[in-house]
Nanobody, 123 residues
């Protein structure tokens, strides 16, 4: 089993950057692909990015490609989301999640979820 705790959210202005972290517990972290999703109230939780077990492969939603970078440190059991050039439309609660499947944007394929961290981007 994997427990996930996100941190690093906050309030920033458009054009600024934030780095989210997701700390995992459990001995099997390195066997899971990790993903980030985001959700705005009243809307579905949308895929943002994913990274493979080893960290060698990454996958991004079109809306964030070129601005966000996902990475992981298996020794620290942590996955990161570096968010640059933030836009007001990036405002959401961001969730990290763990999956046994690679390169999937489907929420149903993710087995474990964190509690989320709020990111607010003002214009």
């Amino acid at each position: 089993q994997v427990q996930l705790v996100e941190s690093g959210g906050g309030l920033v202005q458009a054009g600024e950057s934030l780095r989210l972290s997701c700390a995992a517990s459990g001995r099997t972290f390195s066997t899971y692909a990790m993903g980030w999703f985001r959700q705005v109230p009243g809307k579905e939780r949308d895929f943002v990015s994913a990274i493979s077990w080893s960290g060698d492969s990454t996958y991004y939603a079109d809306a964030v490609k070129g601005r966000f970078t996902i990475s992981r440190d298996n020794a620290k059991k942590t996955v990161y989301l570096q968010m640059n050039s933030l836009k007001p439309e990036d405002t959401a609660v961001y969730y990290c999640a763990a999956s046994r499947s690679w390169r999937t944007s489907r929420r149903a394929n993710y087995d474990y979820w964190g509690q989320g961290t709020q990111v607010t981007v003002s214009s």
